[in-house]
């Protein structure tokens, strides 16, 4: 069965899904967006997150944690808006300066202010800046004037749902529910995709395909398409929680990244954090540190996040699989004792890591390689826009690259 045409088909309606749909609809494009999730929030637990696909084992060990929804990883980000590394994307034939300031313009990014900053946050930031550590406020993407009284509800909180519900008032449509198996080509173009809608093989046509489904998804797509080489190799952000007990108690609604540093040449990233209490109970249960379960008020936690390299592969079942060699373990390890330092420094006492996570898996479809400086892929009318095109190992938070590069597509298009 074949749906009607439309002028331009996104693939995903993550950051970037969401970003370059928003910008051609503005231009007069007729948009539609195709979604694998049907859900708008996030699991309520780290199971639903492994029924609903969202948790995958990605090495040894390792759980990937990813967004399969409406707005994908956006929903359940920490708001935090790292800009990305405007030399690192110039080498490649891309300049993005206009375009990332463009986003800093028009979404909420600053700093949090003072009465936005949890007690134990604070108390963390202190101890850092004791050590000599260069412990900054993060940019957060929080409409900060819709909190009141320390507290930020949902609606003060950016996602890509904002971008979503504004391209939808200019016209584009969104198909929730839609597994994009492949890309449609004739005669040398793309002409639309296939995929699979409540159990029926579907197509829909379009001039233009713009495949944003994320690191996982977008190279098994273009292999499914034809396009060898989608897939080899994948970086993934590795990180631990660092945890520790203090005597003050965590604030009703302490936002997670308000502070911390990059060290660039180390390869790791440092922040305060604080997660849901189900996933820090797991988080305790799964360092053997039963007799910490209760204690999350009263916890303090930071998170050790590193720059991992590409490595493994994206499998044809759709499963992710590396492993983390002794580069990336010593990353870890030094970050992890800096954080322990932190903690120390600022009263906390039976300290513990948690397991190895991941997140933001990217560089599958990688910018010079499968990728040109249009983000075009094989075909003139074939793009590709989301983490997959990071060229390098990464180890920041994506969402402002990945909108600032929508943003530049979209530019280039209308």
């Given amino acids: 069965m074949t749906e009607p045409r439309a002028d331009v088909l996104v693939v995903g309606s993550g950051p970037a899904g969401a970003m370059v749909a928003r910008d051609l609809a503005r231009a007069g494009a007729k948009v539609l967006i195709l979604e694998r999730g049907r859900e708008t929030t996030p699991a309520s637990g780290?199971?639903?997150?492994?029924?609903?696909?969202?948790?995958?084992?990605?090495?040894?060990?390792?759980?990937l944690l990813r967004g399969l929804r409406v707005g994908g990883g956006s929903t359940a980000f920490f708001h935090t808006a790292i800009a990305p590394p405007l030399d690192l994307f110039r080498r490649h034939g891309v300049e993005l300066h206009s375009d990332l300031a463009a986003v800093q313009a028009e979404l909420p990014m600053a700093p949090l202010g003072d009465d936005?900053?949890?007690?134990?946050?604070?108390?963390?930031?202190?101890?850092a800046r004791?050590?000599?550590?260069?412990?900054?406020?993060?940019?957060?993407?929080?409409?900060?004037?819709?909190?009141?009284?320390?507290?930020?509800?949902?609606?003060?909180?950016?996602?890509?749902?904002?971008l979503l519900a504004e391209a939808q008032r200019l016209g584009a449509r969104l198909q929730t529910g839609v597994a994009v198996r492949r890309v449609l080509n004739r005669e040398g173009r793309?002409?639309?995709?296939?995929?699979?809608?409540?159990?029926?093989?579907?197509?829909?046509?379009?001039?233009?395909?713009?495949?944003?489904?994320?690191?996982?998804?977008?190279?098994?797509?273009?292999?499914n398409s034809g396009i060898g080489g989608a897939g080899r190799g994948f970086f993934c952000d590795p990180l631990r929680i660092v945890m520790g007990s203090v005597d003050g108690r965590r604030g009703a609604d302490e936002l997670p990244m308000s502070a911390g540093f990059v060290d660039r040449d180390a390869g790791f990233m440092l922040s305060d954090i604080a997660v849901p209490r189900n996933f820090y109970r797991a988080f305790a249960l799964g360092s053997t540190r039963p007799d910490r379960v209760f204690a999350y008020a009263h916890t303090m936690m930071v998170m050790?996040?590193?720059?991992?390299?590409?490595?493994?592969?994206?499998?044809p079942n759709g499963a992710a699989w590396r492993h983390f060699g002794p580069l990336e373990r010593g990353r870890m390890d030094q970050g992890v004792a800096l954080a322990r330092k932190i903690l120390d420094a600022a009263g906390a006492r039976q300290l513990f890591a948690s397991p190895w996570l991941a997140v933001h898996p990217g560089g599958t479809v990688r910018l010079g390689d499968i990728v040109d400086q249009n983000l075009g892929c094989r075909y003139p009318n074939l793009h590709v826009c989301d983490a997959s095109v990071i060229p390098e190992p990464w180890g920041?938070?994506?969402?402002?690259?990945?909108?600032?590069?929508?943003r530049y597509l979209a530019r280039i298009l209308a």
């Fill in 116 to 127: 936005l900053i949890g007690p134990l946050a604070g108390r963390m930031a202190e101890a």
């Fill in 46 to 63: 780290l199971l639903a997150l492994w029924r609903r696909r969202e948790a995958l084992l990605v090495a040894p060990g390792v759980t």
């Fill in 190 to 223: 793309a002409v639309g995709v296939e995929g699979e809608l409540d159990g029926r093989v579907r197509r829909w046509e379009a001039g233009r395909v713009i495949v944003a489904a994320g690191g996982i998804a977008t190279p098994l797509i273009l292999r």
């Fill in 304 to 315: 050790v996040k590193i720059r991992d390299e590409i490595a493994g592969e994206i499998r």
């Fill in 396 to 406: 920041l938070p994506p969402t402002l690259t990945l909108l600032t590069l929508a």
């Fill in 130 to 162: 004791a050590l000599g550590l260069p412990w900054q406020r993060l940019p957060k993407m929080i409409y900060q004037e819709r909190c009141r009284q320390g507290l930020c509800p949902p609606a003060a909180r950016w996602s890509a749902g904002d």
